[in-house]
């Protein structure tokens, strides 16, 4: 179901891989490497890499938050010792887990997600839906990596979440001049949409502007990968949209497919993640909440049936208007 292909220039430009390496090897908090270390303890010599993405990379508050991380691992047969969960990620990846370490006197905490190397190369060029390319357009960190070919295939697929990321959305945009700021935003908006993220514009925004510098950088790097789409204008910094009708027409198109295919998903992963994520429908209910507004009870019929869940909370959703 996600690995319908999807149109992607195959040239990918040096200075974008160096870009994307450069911004994943960043410094951070001194949690998560603690953290990575608790999953490579789990993991074992399965373990091709850990990513650290998402807000807590931006805030290095674990003290409130949870961490968000991926671990890319060579076989899911390898990763598992029990057979269902390697079925299951085999069958609709990524599994997503909890995690918790003691340390210092405070308790760490981390949700991350499995998924093989092979796999997470194909998510972030081929898959029809963002769900890999979409997170992984935006600022990560490497945080391990189990040798140096292993290094550049995880920042070859960054590299090419962002060349993703700008072709899917990019051609959605009418021919007009857009800063980075205004196409990392809309195309933010459209990810949002396709995985039942009701996050306002002002989120995207938000984001847009706080990692201006970084997007500003990779929208540089990948350029000669989207002449297709974009034509720089280097006089005003802004990048003009040359999408025909039918081209603009086509990639909205496929963009209320990635909306419909997010729903089906978002249900079959979030059932899915109830036998690998202990407490999770109280996370995912606590987090619609924090994004939507939306108050959704979790009765002893629907704990037993997260599917029917899942369901009632995509039916919420749109009843309000909140996703359409």
């Known amino acids: 179901m996600t690995n319908t292909v999807s149109t992607v220039p195959e040239a990918m430009p040096e200075k974008l891989i160096a870009a994307v390496a450069a911004q994943s090897t960043r410094s951070v908090s001194s949690d998560f490497?603690?953290?990575?270390?608790?999953?490579?303890?789990?993991?074992?010599?399965?373990?091709d890499g850990v990513i650290l993405y998402g807000s807590c990379l931006r805030t290095s508050d674990l003290d409130e938050g949870i961490a968000d991380l991926y671990v890319l691992v060579d076989d899911y047969k390898?990763?598992?010792?029990?057979?269902?969960?390697?079925?299951?990620?085999?069958?609709l990846a990524p599994n997503v887990f909890?995690?918790?370490?003691s340390h210092q006197d405070r308790t760490l905490r981390a949700k991350y997600a499995v998924i093989t190397t092979a796999e997470f190369e194909k998510g972030a060029q081929y898959w029809f839906h963002s769900y890999i390319w979409a997170r992984f357009a935006q600022p990560s960190r490497l945080l391990y990596a189990r040798d140096e070919?292993?290094?550049q295939r995880i920042f070859n697929a960054l590299a090419h979440s962002v060349i993703t990321f700008l072709s899917s959305g990019g051609k959605t945009l009418e021919n007009n001049a857009?800063?980075?700021a205004d196409i990392w935003t809309r195309c933010l908006m459209l990810s949002y949409a396709a995985e039942l993220r009701a996050e306002q514009e002002t989120r995207a925004r938000h984001l847009a502007t706080l990692n201006l510098n970084d997007f500003t950088q990779?929208?540089?790097?990948?350029?000669?990968?989207?002449?297709?789409?974009?034509?720089?204008q280097p006089e005003s910094g802004?990048?003009?949209?040359?999408?025909?009708?039918?081209?603009?027409?086509?990639?909205?198109?496929?963009?209320?497919?990635?909306?419909?295919?997010?729903?089906?998903?978002?249900?079959?992963?979030?059932?899915k993640a109830t036998l690998t994520f202990s407490g999770y429908l109280e996370y995912a209910a606590w987090k619609i909440e924090r994004h939507t507004g939306v108050s959704v009870e979790?009765?002893?019929?629907?704990?037993?049936?997260?599917?029917?869940w899942g369901l009632k909370v995509m039916w919420q959703l749109l009843r309000r208007g909140i996703i359409r």
């Open 78 to 91: 390898n990763a598992y010792t029990r057979r269902h969960l390697s079925l299951l990620n085999a069958w």
């Open 33 to 47: 490497p603690i953290l990575a270390e608790a999953l490579l303890e789990r993991y074992g010599t399965s373990a």
């Open 238 to 271: 802004t990048y003009l949209c040359r999408n025909t009708a039918a081209t603009r027409r086509l990639a909205l198109q496929h963009w209320r497919l990635r909306r419909w295919q997010g729903r089906i998903l978002s249900v079959l992963r979030l059932s």
């Open 218 to 232: 990779l929208t540089e790097t990948a350029y000669p990968a989207l002449t297709e789409v974009f034509n720089y």
């Open 149 to 151: 070919k292993n290094r």
């Open 178 to 180: 857009f800063t980075v």
């Open 98 to 101: 909890y995690l918790e370490v």
């Open 298 to 308: 979790i009765t002893p019929v629907l704990r037993r049936h997260p599917v029917i």
